[in-house]
Nanobody, 123 residues
Framework: QVQLVESGGGLVQAGGSLRLSCATS????????MGWFRQAPGKEREFVAA????????YYSDSVKGRFTISRDNAKNVVHLQMNSLKPEDTAVYYC????????????????WGQGTQVTVSS
């Protein structure tokens, strides 16, 4: 069973940066396509970023493109989300997702989920 554990969330002022990490276990990490999603209060969970198994291909939502960077370290079984130029509208619970089937760009694509980490951006 794949287990995902996020860390790195917190409170930051607008314009600041945070780096989220997702540590994985229970499966060969290099076989997992990884992604990040977020969910704000009263809203549906939405796609943020995703990365292919090798890390060669990355994908971003329009709302974070140019500000967020997803990366992975297959030797350490971890995926990161570097978030720069944060805005109040980035406030949400951020979830790590993994898929054995395809790069997760929708909730339905994802086979496994972490418990989430809160990111709060103050104005």
């Amino acid at each position: 069973q794949v287990q995902l554990v996020e860390s790195g969330g917190g409170l930051v002022q607008a314009g600041g940066s945070l780096r989220l990490s997702c540590a994985t276990s229970g499966h060969t990490f290099s076989r997992l396509r990884m992604g990040w999603f977020r969910q704000a209060p009263g809203k549906e969970r939405e796609f943020v970023a995703a990365i292919s198994r090798s890390g060669a291909n990355t994908y971003y939502s329009d709302s974070v493109k140019g500000r967020f960077t997803i990366s992975r370290d297959n030797a350490k079984n971890v995926v990161h989300l570097q978030m720069n130029s944060l805005k109040p509208e980035d406030t949400a619970v951020y979830y790590c997702a993994a898929s054995l089937r395809l790069v997760p760009s929708t909730v339905a694509d994802s086979d496994y989920w972490g418990q989430g980490t809160q990111v709060t951006v103050s104005s």
